[in-house]
C-alpha cells in the first residue's frame, strides 16, 4: 500500500462549481498534512496547512480525520485559475515528507 | 527575497558525462532537499540535509552524491550520468526546527541524459 494515495483524476468542472478531494494516508503516526499546488511544468506550491480542527482559507476548506487517515480539500466557487495537480503531503517525522501523485482538476468556462 | 533558487534550468548530458546542480536558498532554512519528479510518480526524495556539513539518504540516492558545505547552498551531483536520471529535479528547503514545518520548492531543473 502507498504511503500516500490521491485520485489521479482528472476531476473536470465548471467555473463556479465545488469540488473536492480526498487524499488517504498509511502512517497513523503521521503528524503534519499539507496540500501542495503544482501547475504544469512547475514547481510544487504550498496551498494550505491541514489542522486537525480542520481550517478555511477563503474558497479552500482543509479536513483532516485522523481516525480514518483521510484529509480532504474542498474549492468551492472554482476558477479557470484554479486549473492544476493538487498534491497530498503527509509529514511522517524526521522533517521528511511523503508526497502523493496528485489529482487533476481542469476548471472549464 | 528570492526564495529557492536553482541553476541551470535546463541541461542535455550524454551518458557518462557528469555534471552539479545547484540549489541556493535565502531563507536561512536549516534543512534543505534534493528530488526528482518522474511521471506517474510523484516527488521521490534522493538526498537531503538537516543543517550545514551534514547530508542523509533519501529514498532514491543510487547514482547520486550531494554536498551542504554552507547552509544557504545544497549541491547535488551526477557522477556517471545513466539515462534513467533522465527527470526533472527540485531543490526545496524547510525551516526544520520543529515538526511539521513545509518546504518551499525551487524551480526545478530539467535533465535529459542521451
Known amino acids: 500500500r502507498k504511503e500516500v494515495e490521491q485520485d489521479p483524476g482528472p476531476f473536470n468542472v465548471p467555473e463556479g462549481a465545488t469540488v473536492a478531494f480526498n487524499c488517504t494516508y498509511s502512517?497513523?503516526?503521521?503528524?503534519?498534512f499539507f496540500w501542495y499546488r503544482q501547475d504544469c511544468r512547475k514547481e510544487p506550491k504550498l496551498l494550505m496547512s491541514v489542522y486537525s480542527s480542520g481550517n478555511e482559507d477563503g474558497r479552500f476548506t482543509a479536513q483532516l480525520n485522523r481516525a480514518s487517515q483521510y484529509i480532504s480539500l474542498l474549492i468551492r466557487d472554482s476558477k479557470l485559475s484554479d486549473s492544476a495537480t493538487y498534491l497530498c503531503v503527509v509529514n511522517t517525522g524526521f522533517q521528511k515528507l511523503v508526497f502523493g501523485t496528485g489529482t487533476r482538476l481542469l476548471v472549464s468556462p | 527575497n528570492a526564495g529557492v533558487t536553482q541553476t541551470p534550468k535546463f541541461r542535455v548530458l550524454k551518458t557518462g558525462q557528469s555534471m552539479t546542480l545547484l540549489c541556493a536558498q535565502d531563507?536561512?532554512?536549516?534543512?534543505m532537499y534534493w528530488y526528482r519528479q518522474d511521471p506517474g510518480m510523484g516527488l521521490r526524495l534522493i538526498h537531503y540535509?538537516?543543517?550545514?556539513?551534514?547530508?542523509a539518504k533519501g529514498e532514491v540516492p543510487d547514482g547520486y552524491n550531494v554536498s551542504r558545505l554552507k547552509k544557504q547552498n545544497f549541491l547535488l551531483g551526477l557522477e556517471s550520468a545513466a539515462p534513467s536520471q533522465t527527470s526533472v529535479y527540485f531543490c526545496?528547503?524547510?525551516?526544520?526546527?520543529?515538526?511539521?514545518?513545509?518546504?518551499?520548492f525551487g524551480p526545478g531543473t530539467r535533465l535529459t541524459v542521451l
Open positions: 531563507m536561512n532554512h536549516e534543512y
Open positions: 526545496a528547503s524547510s525551516l526544520g526546527r520543529r515538526g511539521g514545518q513545509p518546504q518551499y
Open positions: 502512517n497513523s503516526a503521521s503528524q503534519s
Open positions: 540535509s538537516v543543517g550545514e556539513g551534514t547530508t
